[in-house]
């Protein structure tokens, strides 16, 4: 499945003395990518990265862990399992990751706020990263799901307008 710039990715972490042995014909099918590119890839396949300033603010579900294999629900407990699994077997959720793009420099942490109930945050920013070439941002968000219908703004309720994306995945419903 493609998952993010219309193609499958693959991480290959190799020593620069592996690279230099492969073939010419390995390294011309391959195409070495900058950090802030892979991390951009991240954000539009969806997959979230939980760093310092958002850690302990979602549950896996939330930034959808579930849907792109970062949680395995028949293996072992671990510390919240309880809250984790009620949510994925009642299905109770009312927030989960969205992909959004604006024209001001985003990060992670960042609150989101929705035209609907400005007077409270709607969300979070999970991760952000610039477009190449370009002054815009896209970002992985986290956002209440009753929020998706209005204008949103990151920062604060008058910031910046955000436009919401496209995932490479299906959101199930919550009936």
Not at 113 to 133: E, I, K, R, Y
Not at 136 to 165: P, Y
Request: net charge negative; with cysteine; aromatic share 8%.
């Amino acid at each position: 499945r493609s998952d993010a710039f219309g193609q499958a990715r693959y991480q290959w972490v190799i020593s620069s003395s592996v690279l230099k042995e492969l073939n010419d014909a390995l390294q011309t099918e391959l195409q070495i990518v900058e950090p802030q590119i892979w991390r951009l890839g991240d954000i539009l396949a969806g997959i979230p990265e939980v760093r310092e300033q958002t850690k302990e603010q979602f549950v896996p579900q939330m930034v959808n862990f579930e849907l792109v294999g970062g949680v395995n629900f028949n293996k072992g407990c671990y510390p919240g399992q309880e809250v984790v699994a009620r949510s994925q077997y009642r299905g109770t959720l009312k927030r989960r990751a969205f992909v959004v793009h604006g024209s001001q420099p985003m990060s992670a942490g960042q609150e989101v706020f929705s035209s609907a109930d400005p007077g409270q945050p709607a969300g979070m920013v999970v991760n952000a990263a610039p477009l190449p070439g370009t002054d815009n941002w896209s970002a992985l968000v986290e956002l209440k799901l009753n929020a998706l219908d209005s204008d949103l703004h990151v920062g604060t309720a008058g910031g910046a307008a955000i436009q919401l994306g496209q995932l490479p995945y299906e959101i199930p419903s919550a009936d």
